[in-house]
């Protein structure tokens, strides 16, 4: 049976964090004009349906489970396209993160050719160019990563909710591709974004995803999340 946390969680990310975004200056072969995406918000801290620090204390606190069994291919293909909207989840998060949209002609508003990342893990700001040698210079970020996910209960579930995790919008963020690499499969106790200001939105997002997918935490893990929702930073989103 779901928890009130997990059905909380659910009413909101269908009810509330699904605003319209006026999104200027898409091109669309060559075409400038204002476009409107259904974008999944990010959790907010300030969120009046979901309380961080009280979800996280609903939270199974437990060890990480052996990484055995492992794998990219235990969450499906990669970047598969789960709301069968014709765009596979990477370019749809890159057409929900980036602003000034150049998509590839022919493609149904589908393939990002060029942007521009407003990075919320270091506070820059990034020109994404598609191309063998700038497309890695902004990635999609699992906020919980798949290792994590895996080590902290999601290896017990179906291939499919597996699926439907790794391709997560809430769990997806387009962000400066360094900072991915230098995040690897961290958690809150190992890694956090340098960008001070984003802690408290990225450990919530954290929370909310641990709580719809049913995932522990391990202790180390609980403690860094307390440590960032009791910060001034955090406290002023309240």
């Given amino acids: 049976m779901a928890s009130r946390w997990q059905a909380a969680l659910a009413g909101a990310l269908t009810l509330v964090v699904t605003p319209i975004i006026s999104v200027p200056a898409v091109v669309t072969n060559h ?4 476009s409107s995406f259904s974008l999944i918000a990010s959790a907010r801290a300030e969120s009046t349906l979901f309380d961080a620090r009280a979800a996280l204390e609903q939270i199974p606190v437990k060890g990480r489970a052996p990484k055995t069994g492992y794998g990219r291919n235990q969450f499906g293909p990669q970047w598969s396209d789960v709301d069968r909207n014709g765009c596979d989840t990477r370019n749809d998060i ?12 022919k493609t149904r508003d589908c393939v990002v050719e060029r942007g521009v ?17 700038t497309s890695a210079l902004v990635q999609i970020d699992h906020v919980v990563a798949l290792s994590n996910a895996w080590q902290t209960g999601i290896f017990q579930s179906t291939l499919k909710v597996r699926t439907n995790f790794a391709n997560d919008p809430l769990n997806l963020m387009a962000v400066k591709g360094l900072l991915n690499s230098q995040k690897g499969d961290g958690d809150a106790a190992t890694w956090l974004p ?3 200001a984003f802690r408290c939105e990225y450990v919530t997002r ?8 049913g995932l522990w935490v391990t202790k180390a893990e609980k403690e860094a999340m307390n440590r960032i929702l009791q910060s001034a930073e955090c406290v002023n989103h309240n």
């Fill in 206 to 213: 954290q929370i909310q995803v641990k709580v719809k997918y």
């Fill in 31 to 34: 075409i400038v004009r204002t």
């Fill in 94 to 105: 890159l057409k929900r993160d980036l602003t000034a949209v150049v998509f590839r002609e």
């Fill in 117 to 133: 990342l407003q990075d919320r893990y270091s506070g820059q700001i990034i020109e994404f160019q598609r191309g063998e040698k």
């Fill in 194 to 196: 340098p960008n001070k």
